[in-house]
């Protein structure tokens, strides 16, 4: 019996969105590979959503419901999923990526013995997760990872415009599990707090992100792109060029040195696309480019453009919009 | 204090990256320190200075060639330079096993407080050797940081988050993995490099037991290519949308 793991990070009490995402996509591979088994992990407490209701499929989640867990922490989340693993005689752990998973999982590869995976999965023929591909070289490679142990870590990239399912079928069972804490514990790292941005959607989690770029020409050019984001309830991104410029924060930046996303819908506003901004958005379900140059690298990856100065073209599509969505 | 910095080579930007007989066409590739490298090496000499009796020492595992970007390093202001030999690495928990020996055999077994990495290389964007060599050394290891301050025996450190930053507290020693923004790299100077030429460069060979955790193959140059469909204004894209995905339809 081949037996998954995902883990489910929640933050702040809430379970993320990626993380119910990989859940459910490591139920539809189980599924696939005919009769494997899926656990979940939660370590920490969960406020507001009745677990099994946002996870679809049948398995057995974890629970280590500790307030002492609400932050992460490097050493007790360790200790927690590597005695889980050797407990349940876990084959394969998942992660939705994120700040979390990248701390986390180099650090379970090296205890474990067990090959780390980022990026998107590649199947066997008997449809088994059995490595990953991933851009390499600023993205302007791909290159397949495989792995060569028995146990196997898996960083997801988010999937093809990330979609959570909110029904769910099937039966959740949740466990309590403890983690058991030694003398040494007070010499550890210690997570003291975590400070988030107000009234601002995260890229990460965002299913609309409109973006912008060097031809944004200014900070004051980015309210544009909140009006827009704010229209369609998206998040606003921005690339290299408009953070090395001090027009927008890091958090928001997309692309080799920023963030992967994999939104329904990107906007890429003013962006000429170097390839390691594209490598950021390649997951995104569709793009839509508007550049005032023709033959910008950012048309090839685009499936709608328009071309022209986005001064000129944002405000006229605001309304369009304000006005198509009126009409509904 | 003893501050170690682990640094890596990479292909600059303008670099052409191809592909020959299943690994990359060197012949087109001019290498230079990896960008987050420096943001480590500047973070780490920045101590340094504010911390007296400290010793900045980078470690490279590469092959001779890469005695310039260490003649840089010294140049941007550590004090010694070690060029670790081994056997090239074939992933990155190969490298952290190589990184770890290294570090033992040159402080004799004795922890350095601090150890400095790049967030990632801008090859392979692993993103995962600090970590573990963090688990490796069995101390911890804070990733992607992007604000460091230093009062007596601890260590506080930010790093960013989604949608946020996590204030983290801790004692040495610990491996720290250095994120943009952490601090702004200085340039070299013509006397810098002049002095660089006197420091020291060390040669350290290592040999490490253990096999690859994952085999890295079938390097595909990327080809993206989509056909665009251009709208003529903007009420054609709207509809496009509307047409073409439900997101406007939906609710």
Redesign the interface.
Known sequence: MTRFLVFLEQREGVLKKSSIDAWNRVQEIAALSAGAMVTGLIAGPVDRQPIGDLLAGDGVVYHANEELLRPYRQEFYTRLVTSLIKQESISALFFADSSLSRDLAPRLSVLLKASLLSGDLLFNRQGHPDGSFRPVYSGLATASFLPQRNITIYNLSPSRGMVTRSSADGTIQVLPIELHQQSSDNLLAEVRRIVLRQNSLDIAEAGIIVAGGRGMGSSAGFALLEELAALLGGAVGASRFAVDEGWRPHAEQIGQTGKTVAPQLYFACGVSGAPQHLAGVASSAIVVAINSDHDAPVFQVADFGIVGDVHLVLPKLIEALKEFLKKK | MNIAVCLCQV?D?ASV?G?ADGA?DRSRINEVMN?YDEYALEEAVCLKERIAGSLVTVFTVAPLSAKDMLRKALALGADRAVLVSAAEPSD??FT?LQLKSALMEFYEGILPDLVFCGKSS???????????L???LGI?????V?SLNVSGEHLHLE?????????????YP?VISAE??LNQPRKTTVKAVMEARKKPIDLLAVSVDG????????????E???V????E???E??????N??S???AD
């Open positions: 292909p930007s990256i592909f990359l960008p990155p928990y952290a801008t090859d392979f964007q692993s993103a995962e050797v600090p970590s573990m963090g688990a490796l911890a290891s804070v990733s992607g992007t790093r960013e988050i989604e949608g946020g930053v996590e204030q983290i507290e801790l004692h610990v943009k923004g096999a690859p955790l994952v085999l890295v193959s079938d390097f595909k140059a990327l993206r290519k989509k665009c469909r251009f709208a204004d903007e009420k894209l709207v509809l496009l949308l509307s073409e995905c997101l406007f339809s």
